[in-house]
């Protein structure tokens, strides 16, 4: 098993909230473009009335709580939508500018990917692995049971994704669609899943060169 620092509550909120802003970024923009002002209108009326309030004076985790469910709902909610008047070309490109976003997000680490690849390839891949074994928190807690320069392996026991409303529909479409197909262009790591039942086992790798 190998030792990864826990990422606390106060970093979780910020970081789904994070994740928020991205989505409130790039799907209504996504909408308006494809589907006409009024569809988008829609879009963010349907975001304001599933939202939960998060509430001010609550605990780190209870904000957490709240702005996760909030994401996972207005994440599908923006997904479905493109697909209901587009079909598979809408699904198409919502995954396009989803991960268009998610790379602007993680512009540095590119660069620090590239720098450190420089000198070594396994140095940089085992940096990388690193910080996705860090950042891939926010979505659901798990145990890291391997991370080299050659190999990351989580073990998501249950997965927190699938215990929300939206979470089988945010599993089928952002975890094994768009997030592997981001990492692949972006970092040139292949994401695997093994998924059974609530659980998963989650193994990132390089591309062979």
């Known amino acids: 098993m190998a030792a ?7 970093e979780k909120f910020a970081s789904i909230t994070d994740y928020m802003r991205i989505t409130e970024g790039f799907a209504p923009r996504l909408a308006r473009e494809e589907l006409g002002r009024e569809k988008a209108d ?23 709580n709240v702005a996760y469910r909030n994401f996972m709902r207005n994440w599908v909610s923006a997904s ?27 512009a540095g680490s590119t660069r620090v ?5 420089g000198l070594s390839s396994k140095t940089a891949h085992k940096s990388l692995f690193n910080r996705l074994a860090y950042d891939l928190q926010v979505f659901s807690p798990f145990t890291v049971s391997e991370l080299n320069e050659n190999h990351l392996v989580l073990k998501v026991a249950p997965c927190k994704i699938l215990m929300t409303q939206s979470g089988r529909d945010f599993c089928r479409k952002a975890c094994r669609n768009i997030i592997p197909a981001w990492l692949a262009e972006q970092f040139s790591v292949k994401m695997m899943q093994d998924r059974k039942e609530d659980s998963c086992t989650v193994v990132l790798e390089p591309f062979k060169e």
């Open 4 to 10: 990864v620092q826990e990422m606390p509550y106060s």
């Open 42 to 64: 829609e879009l963010l009326a349907q975001w304001k009335e599933d939202s939960e309030p998060i509430p001010e004076d609550a605990e780190d985790k209870e904000k957490y």
């Open 80 to 106: 479905d939508l493109m697909e209901k008047h587009q079909g598979e070309d809408g699904h198409k490109k919502f995954m396009k500018a989803a991960i268009a976003a998610y790379k602007q997000r993680y």
């Open 113 to 117: 990917l590239k720098l450190v690849g």
